[in-house]
């Protein structure tokens, strides 16, 4: 049976622009929170207990207070990335637009602080093009405040729709079999029939938070969605790609307080949901290590003395001084290491754009 999705109105925006509301729907599937929460939380004892390669999921980074914290170091002039990605925005958007029909939806994943976000928006109003435009992220807070802050230059466009899907990314594909079925009326093309193509937004090389296996099933999952239900799809990626390690360090300096204040926040919500103070910060120190095989930067805990975890039952676990456990990867990943992950789901690279300092690239990516 389709279930319709709950809807969280803005409410200040939806008063100052009645008839004309942004809406936020929440996805998450409700029967599913609180099986989610003990997911976290089996995830997390599992992933401390992993003989090999302890390490927290990195969801948990990502709360309201996580995103205000990685907010603050993207901003830092030294993380370069960031702004590699605004330049190359800035300088390329009406290329990018240009892929994207006129009618289109436009999905972007894990769209955090929504920065980026407004000049690829101008970009459709410039050139013309209807889009309705859905922000999915995982925050609610982020959701609120960054459509609040886009409504104030598109609340009044006749291109630009605005929309939130508060859940994870699995929740957004499940949410787009639903909105088809049930909600396609909702955003018309401007043709007046319902939207013939999905491009999914994924920048701020989110899909890099993710082992290569990892990302390309995601992308697969979206991809084979949009097929079942006849909708044309393409992704917009935006990844950082730079290989010099000193470059890559110099962003992720770990005796920068904005990335230990970000990176810490992990342990606090590990106690949270381990509910109680396993970890205390003192007893870790963060750590960088960029790997030039894999093109992957990990970021660790690292114990500063001999620690002894107590996580309730038989689990129980020392970690010496200098043991690790890992908190985040970001893949730092050439075109080569897009392809070659696209390839094995049927996916391809069909256009790339390069920063002009070689930091970050964009690829649009289409089944084959
Ligand atoms: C690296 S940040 C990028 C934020 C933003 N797109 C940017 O470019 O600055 C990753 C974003 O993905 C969101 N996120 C992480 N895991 C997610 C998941 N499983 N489902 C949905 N959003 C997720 C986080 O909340 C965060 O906003």
Redesign the pocket.
């Known amino acids: 049976m389709a279930v319709t999705p709950a809807e969280i109105l803005i409410p200040d925006i939806s008063l100052a622009h009645k008839g004309k509301e942004t809406l936020i729907y929440d996805i998450k599937q409700v029967q599913k929170v609180e099986q989610s929460q003990c997911n976290v939380r089996q995830q997390l004892l599992d992933g401390l207990m992993d003989p090999i390669s302890p390490s927290i999921p990195s969801?948990l980074l990502?709360d309201d207070i996580g995103?205000k914290l990685?907010e603050t170091l993207?901003l830092n002039p030294r993380y370069a990335p960031f702004h590699s990605e605004l330049g190359i925005l800035n300088q390329r958007v009406e290329e990018m637009v240009d892929i994207i029909p006129s009618g289109s939806l436009l999905i972007e994943?894990?769209?955090?602080?929504l920065?980026?976000t407004s000049i690829i928006l101008s970009a459709f109003e410039r050139q013309k093009r209807y889009v309705t435009y859905y922000a999915?992220?995982?925050?609610r807070r982020?959701l609120v405040e960054g459509l609040g802050k886009l409504r104030a230059l598109f609340g009044q466009s006749k291109y630009v729709k605005l929309r939130g899907l508060l859940g994870?990314?699995e929740d957004g594909i499940g949410w787009l079999s639903q909105y088809v079925t049930t909600g396609n009326g909702h955003d018309e093309g401007d043709d007046g029939a319902g939207p013939k193509m999905v491009t999914f937004l994924w920048?701020?090389?989110?899909i890099a938070?993710f082992a290569p296996d990892d990302a390309a099933v995601l992308l697969q999952g979206f991809s084979v969605m949009c097929e079942s239900l006849n909708l044309s799809c393409q992704f917009l990626v935006g990844v950082h790609t730079c290989q010099d390690e000193a470059k890559v360090l110099a962003s992720y300096d770990s005796t920068e307080p904005a990335l230990c204040d970000f990176i810490f926040h992990g342990l606090d919500q590990a106690n949270q949901h381990l509910q109680e103070e396993v970890f205390r910060r003192g007893d870790w120190i963060c750590r960088c290590e960029f790997d030039s095989t894999d093109h992957m930067l990990r970021v660790y805990y690292e114990a500063a003395r001999e620690v002894r975890i107590e996580l309730g039952g038989d689990h129980e676990r020392v970690f010496n001084c200098g043991d690790r456990i890992l908190a985040i990867v970001s893949g730092k990943w050439t075109v080569e290491d897009i392809q070659q992950m696209c390839g094995g789901v049927g996916l391809e690279v069909s256009r790339s754009w390069r920063s002009v300092d070689y930091e970050c690239e964009f690829h649009a990516i289409r089944p084959q």
């Open positions: 969801i990502w995103l990685f993207t994943l894990g769209c955090g602080s920065h980026k999915l992220d995982v925050s982020e994870s990314y920048v701020g090389n989110s938070n």
